[in-house]
Each structure stands twice: as structure tokens, then as C-alpha cells.
């Protein structure tokens, strides 16, 4: 039973425009979000994060937006660029179970095209 | 050098042989992880070592062992290994208890 959700497994956006990538989660002890991104033949770097305290965070063109009641979040990235392609994995963990075991989802395929 | 550094990158391996992944980290952590990517699959977090010593194995069959000689260097021994044990295993360090974890470039393993 997957407990972290991206149900897009692909997205295409134009160059300039905003790309918006959801993931979905199921265990309610879940309080600590992350994003991490993952060109080829590299392993995934650590993007952004936010607590369940917040709903929103913010670096430069990177925000994430946490929804507790409907267990949603997302990435917003604006604008795109096309060093922006490559995979985006949302990850959470609980500070009840140590806060380092990362449950991820399958990840989502982002495509910034000219 | 600075990271979390694999080796080796890629592996192919029988299913008698016996192998062994490295990682070693370089950023002073003292808590590393593999985790395993299998094609459309999540990664899933396979041990985890705080100080040296292992602190979660979750449900990993026992052909494969991990070693964990002190907090810079993590191994993946590998034996009698199976086809559908070919993935992407990744290693990760982080402060311990902390959520950001900072990940090598993985082994492509294959299976034949």
C-alpha cells in the first residue's frame, strides 16, 4: 500500500510558464514533507521541504504548498526553465518514528520544452 | 571530494556470484541509508545505520548484508542474488534524525 502518492507520472510545460506538481499521502503521522529532483545517471538532490506546521514555503522559484485536511502538496515552480527537466520525488516522514526514514512516492517526470 | 560517492556504477552479476556496493560519505554525517529503486517503483528505504550501528532493516531478504564499519563508509554485500533483485541502489547520509538526506549517484545492478 503506497503511502505517498504522485499520480502523474509525466508533465510537459512551456519554457516561462508554471509547472505544478501533486502528491497525495495517506498516513495521518506523516509531519515533515520534501521535495527532491534526480537528472540521469545522478541521485536525487534535495529540493525543498515544509513542516505540517506550515503551508507554504518558499525558496526563489520553488514553492510548496502543504494541504493537512486534504493530505495534498505541491510544488510550484515558476517560471520554468529547462534545466528544470527531470524527475521530482515527494518524499515524508514521521519525527514520531526518528524523521530520517523517507517514505517516497514513484516520482514525476517534468519536461520544460522551449 | 565532497558527497556520497557509489561504487561501482553499474554491476552485472550471476546469480551464484558474490559482490559488494560501496559508499562513502565525506560530509561528516553519521547516519546512512540504501535505498532501492526498482523501474516504476518508489524508492524503498532498506536499512539505516545511526553511529555506526543498524537501526532499521526493513523486511530485506537475506541475501543481502549490509556493513557499516564506521560512519563514513557503508557496504552492500550481495549474494545469491535473484532477477528481480536488479534496481538502482542508492546510498544516502544525513545528520541523524534529520529528514534531508543527501544521496550518491546509485549502482545500476543487473541480475542475469
Known amino acids: 500500500d503506497q503511502q505517498v502518492k504522485q499520480n502523474s507520472p509525466s508533465l510537459s510545460v512551456q519554457e516561462g510558464r508554471i509547472s505544478i506538481l501533486n502528491c497525495d499521502y495517506t498516513?495521518?503521522?506523516?509531519?515533515?514533507f520534501l521535495w527532491y529532483k534526480k537528472y540521469p545517471a545522478e541521485g536525487p538532490t534535495f529540493l525543498i521541504s515544509i513542516s505540517s506546521i506550515k503551508d507554504k514555503n518558499e525558496d526563489g522559484r520553488f514553492t510548496v504548498f502543504l494541504n493537512k485536511s486534504a493530505k495534498h502538496l505541491s510544488l510550484h515552480i515558476v517560471p520554468s526553465q529547462p534545466g528544470d527537466s527531470a524527475v521530482y520525488f515527494c518524499a515524508a516522514t514521521s519525527s514520531a518514528g526518528g524523521g530520517n526514514k523517507l517514505t517516497f512516492g514513484t516520482g514525476t517526470q517534468l519536461k520544460v520544452e522551449l | 571530494e565532497t558527497g556520497v560517492t557509489q561504487t561501482p556504477r553499474h554491476l552485472v552479476m550471476g546469480m551464484t556470484n558474490k559482490k559488494s556496493l560501496k559508499c562513502e560519505q565525506h560530509?561528516?554525517?553519521?547516519?546512512m541509508y540504501w535505498y532501492k529503486q526498482s523501474a516504476k517503483k518508489p524508492l524503498e528505504l532498506m536499512f539505516v545505520?545511526?553511529?555506526?550501528?543498524?537501526?532499521e532493516n526493513n523486511s530485506v531478504p537475506s541475501r543481502f548484508s549490509p556493513e557499516c564499519p564506521n560512519s563514513s563508509h557503508l557496504f552492500l554485500h550481495l549474494h545469491t542474488l535473484q532477477p528481480e533483485d536488479s534496481a538502482l541502489y542508492l546510498c544516502?547520509?544525513?545528520?541523524?534524525?534529520?529528514?534531508?538526506?543527501?544521496f550518491g549517484s546509485g549502482t545500476q545492478l543487473s541480475v542475469l
Open positions: 544516502a547520509s544525513s545528520h541523524p534524525t534529520n529528514e534531508k538526506l543527501f
Open positions: 498516513n495521518s503521522m506523516f509531519d515533515y
Open positions: 560530509l561528516g554525517h553519521n547516519a
Open positions: 545505520y545511526n553511529f555506526k550501528e543498524q537501526t
